[in-house]
């Protein structure tokens, strides 16, 4: 137990269909981050929320879309995605501007195969 | 030059062995240095942090920071065939810049 909840563990989903991946920290944390890690490539951040703000946006495509309605949920919705956009999606979440420098902690993450 | 350089290994050790996991970075204002443990199927779970030169210890966990020489190690003591996993190194420049991850280092514990 991470302090760090995903939802779906695992999703199957047509090139057509629309799916959100849910996140929900219980660490009082006040940012949250979605990485996607595929094989053979480094962690990838996707977008981070501090304070309920996206402070970044890493040229994501725009069939991903966040949502971060408070600081302790996050949301990842889906759409139109293609084979490639198949992995592993961690959301995570930090104290932003701590002492130990902004350490981030990861939930179980979402397996997402595009079929 | 990767940014965070790491070996992918695979490393291979005896079990009780000292497992040596080794981390080069470029950017030479970095200001923190994490060592994360990724199990097959599971998400990177945090080992340690440091931030000043030299070493800290936690536990068989022994992570050493030479900020001139741009490297960061992980030393495992009493190498465990649980400990067989991916060790991911990240960087962070300061406070509120990104981190900067490695590909991973995998390691076995051989019984």
């Known amino acids: 137990e991470t302090g760090v909840t995903q939802t779906p563990r695992h999703l199957v989903m047509g090139m057509t269909n629309k799916k959100s991946l849910k996140c929900e920290q219980h660490l009082g944390h006040n940012a949250m981050y979605w990485y996607k890690q595929s094989a053979k490539k480094p962690l990838e951040l996707m977008f981070v929320y501090s304070l309920e703000e996206r402070v970044e946006n890493n040229s994501v495509p725009s069939r991903f879309s966040p949502e971060c309605p408070n600081s302790s949920h996050l949301f990842l919705h889906l759409h139109t995605l293609q084979p490639e956009d198949s992995a592993l999606y961690l959301c995570?979440?930090?104290?932003?501007?701590?002492?130990?420098?902004?350490?981030?902690?990861f939930g179980e993450g979402s397996w997402l195969t595009v079929v | 030059q990767k940014e965070v350089e790491q070996n992918s290994g695979p490393l291979s050790v005896p079990e009780g062995a000292i497992a040596s996991l080794n981390c080069t970075y470029s950017?030479?204002?970095?200001?923190?240095f994490f060592w994360y443990r990724q199990y097959s199927g599971k998400s990177p779970e945090l080992i340690m942090f440091i931030y000043s030169n030299g070493d800290k210890e936690d536990g068989r966990f022994t992570a050493q920071l030479n900020k001139a020489s741009q490297y960061v190690s992980l030393l495992i003591r009493d190498s465990q065939p649980s400990d067989s996993a991916t060790y991911l190194c990240?960087?962070?420049?300061?406070?509120?810049?990104?981190?900067?991850w490695g590909l991973g280092t995998s390691l076995a514990v051989n019984p």
């Open positions: 990240a960087v962070r420049a300061g406070n509120n810049r990104k981190l900067i």
């Open positions: 950017d030479r204002g970095s200001q923190s």
């Open positions: 995570a979440s930090s104290q932003a501007n701590s002492f130990s420098g902004n350490t981030i902690y």
